[in-house]
């Protein structure tokens, strides 16, 4: 007997109790749908934290490759480098 078949044997009743039984089953009830929160894949919340700008910079291959070889979030760190270097010497306006 196929897995299909053993299936299509079950009661209406039998396969309501199995899947009030399934541990992985954690909406069981019309009150615990009313409660639940849908989350569609690809759709974002609101930004969190101030977003960065995308931009084109040239920088030496030497500092590239220094930033990329600790691996990821190297873009990251490049931006608290400048942030740092910012901080330490304010930039005098024309």
């Known amino acids: 007997m196929t897995d299909k078949e ?11 109790r199995m899947a009030m039984d399934d541990l992985d ?4 009830t019309d009150e615990d749908w009313a409660q639940a ?5 690809g759709i974002r919340g609101p930004q969190k934290a101030p977003t960065k700008k995308s931009i084109a910079i ?3 291959q030497d500092v590239v490759e220094s930033f990329k070889s600790t691996g990821a ?3 990251s760190r490049i931006d608290d480098a400048l942030r740092k ?3 330490e010497h ?3 306006h024309a």
């Not at 053993?6 to 309501?16: D, G, K, L, T």
């Not at 929160?37 to 894949?41: A, L, M, N, V």
């Open 6 to 16: 053993r299936v299509s044997n079950f009661s209406e009743e039998a396969v309501e």
């Open 25 to 28: 089953n954690f909406l069981k």
């Open 37 to 41: 929160t849908i989350h569609r894949p």
């Open 58 to 60: 040239r920088l030496s």
């Open 73 to 75: 979030g190297w873009q």
């Open 85 to 87: 270097y910012l901080k």
């Open 90 to 92: 304010p930039l005098k």
